[in-house]
């Protein structure tokens, strides 16, 4: 029988706190280790705060409270996602498929996301938040693909969604409407700094930027506009290269040797963990993992998969201790820890690890630049591996090429601002070319 409740993700917070939706409805795999039976529920977040003071745990909904005037809307929002989540659900039954939870995830977001876009007759008459609404929506929906013809992923009309998000409340502060003529250099320093003031990080900015440009190149590929301001050097996506950190091979092992045999869940973060510091795939690549995907050549074990971001297939050679990790999941990967728990558990492995190194970070918030000081093991995640892959192959074979047919890199320009390879690294690698050695 499916259940679905909401929860305070903090009870004892002294201010707002976000309410999460949990649904429960027997979706099961099997654990390749124990063999036995691991129930799986439907964890997200509605998107909606409130103080504790106004939450009735034993309802899960707002109390009906003088304090909190809003009770009556916040408890319809509820109401109205878990009908959402209802919905698809059943489809999902009706169909006679049994979904995962991360597909009814995929399905609830695109559906609460999703903003219907009225027919408007004159394409040419469409306001700019409605044209970018409707990007979202063909997005969404899969009318609107990729270069290579595959469907955008979640993370990436997530992106669109936040800054139309932005977009709006800019355009509610400012008092002035947004219209596609109305977006030139003046409106991007104005909207840069609305960010700033906000503390925004600069590379936070310079993503919704950016999908702020793909808005603008869809419309005017549609002649929807003829303004091009978004195109001058001026308008220019706003990033930085802080030092990035990879783990050494060295550090590698130093995980490997870990006795977690006592800890089931850190065992398994381990163990995905690393081998994808060994395979360097992408995410959605490396979830999809199976046996088939193994081959030979030339008595050479590889990884074969068919990359989802670029359909390229990408070939990696595997390590020895890539190949131990598969033969001990006999081949059949467990489903993926959900990202935020495995960013946790990664850092604890880290720290048990003894990668512990003082390392400094510096970043821009808020326009200002700031430096701070970190164990090593604070800022490992999942983002770690797939840098640690491209890293310790290239200085290994000081091949950036046969690197980047791994990594999907368009230029060794891009490849190596990726890797950021220290200069201590960088003048060893130097003092082994010929000329230093006249």
Not at 137 to 144: A, L, P, V, Y
Request: charged share 30%; glycine share 4%.
């Amino acid at each position: 029988m499916a259940t679905l409740n909401f929860y305070l993700k903090n009870p004892k917070a002294k201010n707002e706190t976000l309410v999460y939706l949990f649904f429960q409805y027997g979706y099961y795999v099997i654990d390749p280790l124990t063999k036995k039976k691991k129930y799986k529920a439907l964890k997200m977040s509605t998107g909606e705060s409130i103080d504790p003071d106004y939450w009735n745990k034993a309802t899960g909904r707002a109390r009906e409270t003088k304090k909190f005037s809003q009770h009556p809307e916040f408890n319809a929002r509820l109401k109205k996602l878990e009908n959402t989540v209802f919905t698809i659900y059943r489809k999902f039954i009706n169909d006679d498929e049994f979904p995962s939870p991360p597909e009814i995830k995929e399905k609830v977001l695109a559906e609460i996301n999703s903003i219907k876009v009225e027919k408007l007759g004159d394409a040419n008459r469409i306001g700019f938040i409605d044209f970018a609404k409707q990007v979202i929506e063909d997005t969404i929906s899969g009318k609107r693909l990729t270069e290579n013809g595959t469907r955008f992923s979640l993370h990436t009309y997530k992106g669109y969604i936040t800054t139309l998000n932005h977009l709006v409340d800019f355009e509610n502060e400012r008092g002035k409407l947004i219209d596609f003529e109305s977006i030139n250099l003046d409106f991007y320093n104005q909207w840069v700094d609305w960010f700033y003031k906000k503390n925004m990080s600069l590379n936070s900015v310079g993503k919704y930027v950016k999908i702020l440009k793909v808005f603008m190149s869809e419309a005017l590929e549609k002649g929807i506009t003829k303004n091009i301001a978004f195109k001058h050097k001026k308008f220019k996506v706003l990033e930085e290269f802080p030092e990035t950190y990879h783990l050494s091979d060295e550090e590698l092992e130093k995980i490997l040797e870990l006795d977690l045999s006592d800890n089931g869940k850190l065992d398994k973060a381990r163990d995905m963990f690393l081998l994808d510091c060994y395979l360097g795939l992408r995410i959605a690549d490396f979830e999809k993992l199976k046996r088939e995907n193994v081959i030979k050549i030339d008595n050479v074990n590889c990884v074969k998969s068919r990359t989802q971001k670029t359909g390229e297939t990408v070939i990696i050679p595997l390590k020895k201790n890539a190949l131990w990790l598969l033969d001990k999941y006999n081949y059949e990967l467990p489903q993926l820890i959900a990202e935020g728990t495995m960013n946790k558990l990664i850092k604890k492995i880290g720290k048990l690890a003894g990668i512990d190194d003082k390392v400094q970070v510096t970043k821009t918030i808020g326009g200002i630049s700031k430096t701070k000081t970190f164990e090593k093991y604070k800022l490992l995640g999942n983002h770690t591996a797939r840098r640690s892959f491209a890293t310790n192959y290239y200085n290994a074979t000081k091949d950036s090429y046969s690197v980047m047919k791994i990594t999907g890199h368009k230029t060794e320009q891009a490849f190596l601002r990726y890797i950021r390879t220290t200069k201590e690294q960088n003048a060893v690698r130097l003092a082994a070319h010929p000329y230093f050695n006249e």
